[in-house]
């Protein structure tokens, strides 16, 4: 019913930038919440940062400062800016997104992830 799609991962040096998009399509009304999180390897999934339809954000304190989390509402689209990327910051990031469909039911879903790698 709903599908997020991902992209903008890669492999960057330390110091460097890389931005994230994650599109949403499907049989969708609105969108409450869009968020990101990551999970590096033998590690759980942990919270990045989320953006309200509002545009109310909250991050993750390893992230603060560097990260920016924004989404075009018209578009079904969040973006994730990370600068200032550290080799700590490997993982996958996953989108999310909290859906009202139009059928009136609400939905949680994940994207398939994008591998971001920080490394010289």
């Known amino acids: 019913q709903v599908q997020l799609v991902e992209s903008g991962g890669g492999l960057v040096q330390p110091g460097g930038s890389l931005r994230l998009s994650c599109a949403a399509s499907g049989s969708i009304f609105s969108i409450s919440v869009m968020g990101w999180f990551r999970q590096a390897p033998g590690k759980q999934r942990e919270f990045v940062a989320r953006i309200t339809s509002g545009g109310s954000t909250n991050y993750a304190d390893s992230v603060k400062g560097r990260f920016t989390i924004s989404r075009d509402n018209a578009k079904n689209t969040v973006y994730l800016q990370m600068n200032s990327l550290k080799p700590e910051d490997t993982a996958v990031y996953y989108c999310?997104?909290?859906?009202?469909?139009?059928?009136?039911?609400?939905?949680?879903?994940w994207g398939q992830g994008t591998q971001v790698t920080v490394s010289s």
């Open positions: 999310n997104a909290d859906v009202l469909l139009h059928s009136r039911s609400r939905l949680n879903t």
